[in-house]
């Protein structure tokens, strides 16, 4: 918990009351201070962006000619840096599971490669008939969107926040910081996630279970 070193006279956090009810009771127990509740704040603020990098907007009119729920979403945020083999392992586990995928793959976020040329010829004729891999994109409208099935998260708090609130299942791979938390309680308290290991044979089954199956929606064991 937060320990401030002055006693504050208020909380303000971007969070939903229900999600974190009894956190927030604590923290008022504790302080005995009011806490506010504005979130989620990127349905109220909706001109801000938390990025700066430009939004291939493009994808939209790929995901409108998409099933419902029939596109895995796949994003691990602005800071994040992978590993050739980590990225790999994602690239053959998409390919894998046969269903159709939007991945955001940042300029630079794959070590030594300035964008997808880590990916082997043939992995990428597996894939571009079945997805689009894109620099970035307009992440609040993609979840929104009735395509997209499942979000493939590094669980960040803005992105949790987002995936929440339009109630799509996630694939939770947190790095570091708040992350952590956040996917346990994806996973074990809200029960909207699964953790997924990045094994190609895992992120398949991983993928499957939240577009196919659809236990994404109150199961919470881990892939």
Known sequence: M????????????????????????????????????????????????????????????????QAPKSVIYVSLGSLAKLDEKVATEMAWGIAMSNHLFLWVVRPGSVRGFEWIEFLPQGLVDEIKERGLIVKWAPQKLVLAHNAVGGFWTHCGWNSTMEGVSEGVPMLCQPFDVDQLLNARYLCDVWKMGFEVVVERGVILHAIKRVLVDKEGEGDSRKC
């Open 2 to 65: 937060i320990t401030p070193k002055t006693p504050p006279s208020a909380f303000i956090w971007n969070t939903i009351e229900f999600l974190e009810q009894s956190a927030l009771t604590q923290i008022r127990n504790t302080y005995q201070v009011p806490v506010f509740t504005v979130g989620p704040l990127h349905k109220i603020v909706t001109t801000c962006s938390t990025s700066f990098l430009e939004e291939d907007t493009s994808c939209i009119s790929w995901l409108d000619k």
